[in-house]
């Protein structure tokens, strides 16, 4: 299979000042932004033969060249007969309890036969058929997400007027989201908000950090349910509610505090638990320490307006076994 043929474009004065993906995407025909993002982020376009960032800003005279195919069709998301742990639904929006483990949709990256299956939307159009179509092919009816690793409340919008009005709802910060979180070591206070930015680690490009300037606007409010001083170290229970939705908000706040979700190897929670001389119930013969195979954060709690009937809609959800079963492992 021969290879594609390079499309080399030449920024004009005109062009200066002007974003590299929003640049590409008005210059190259039926090509979505989305796809620019995607071809400059795998390298396949190069400003002065060297691979760049989709916010680069263009100065004009740069030779741009994209080395794969512009137009590929953007891949779309699968039904899959996938179980699901329907909360609530009606011809607006359903409300889907995720288990950890599950992706809420495939990367931009992904393939078919790939990242492209098991995930949330997989299971959505498998169970709805139709959803909205505002987050795009490989989002429908996402307004919202949850990491991999987190369980709990979701809402998903079936058509796209509710998308929209949901979605409004977020953006102003109208939507109630509570969350059970159990981290490491005991929290000075008793309660508290963390009123840090948020942005992507320059050297771990899958972590987020508080430690750069310009982020994004984080704020985390936090309350102690427990205070647990077990054979294995201290840890707190928390009630965790956030006003924004920043990747990775509650688990990098809570690091960036020095006090790490439990599990959460990501962001400095030990990938085991060992015996601590602090305990006095910890000796050579105790029970094998407790593992985790995900991190201790829940989405119990979620709170908002039906996009439809303006009726408030509360929904709550008890923490799943596996973390049950994890506290109770800490305190025998």
Known sequence: MSKPTPITIAVLAEDAAKRLDQFLATRLDNVSRARVQELITTE????????????????????????????????????????????????????????????????????????????????????????????????????????????????????????????????????????????????????????????????????MTTRLSGGREAITHYRVMRRLDTAFGKFTLLEVKIDTGRTHQIRVHMASLGHPIAGDMLYGAPRELSHTHASSRASSDAVPAPSLARNFLHA????????RTEEVLNFKTEMPQELQGFLRSLEP
């Not at 376009?45 to 680069?56: C, D, E, I, M």
């Not at 590929?72 to 929006?93: F, H, K, S, T, V």
């Not at 979701?154 to 969350?179: G, M, P, S, W």
């Open 44 to 207: 396949k376009v190069l400003v002065n033969g060297t691979p760049a960032k989709p916010s680069l800003k263009l100065r004009g005279g740069e030779q741009i060249t994209v080395l794969a195919p512009a137009d590929r069709l953007p891949l779309r998301a699968i039904a899959e007969e996938i179980p699901l742990d329907i909360l609530y639904e009606d011809n607006d929006l359903a409300i889907i309890n995720k288990p950890a483990g599950m992706m809420v949709h495939a990367g931009a990256g992904a393939t078919d036969d790939d990242r492209n299956r098991g995930t949330l939307v997989n299971a959505l159009l498998h169970h709805f058929k139709t959803l909205s179509e505002v987050g795009g092919d490989l989002r429908p009816g996402i307004v919202h997400r949850l990491d991999k690793e987190t369980s709990g409340i979701i809402v998903v919008a079936k058509n796209d007027d509710a998308h929209r009005k949901l979605a409004a709802q977020f953006a102003r910060r109208e939507v109630k989201k509570t969350y059970i979180a159990l981290v490491h070591g005991w929290l000075k206070q008793d309660r508290g908000t963390i009123s840090q930015s948020i942005s992507r680690d320059r050297v771990r490009r899958t972590r």
């Open 300 to 307: 119990a709690e979620l709170v908002l307006r039906h996009p």
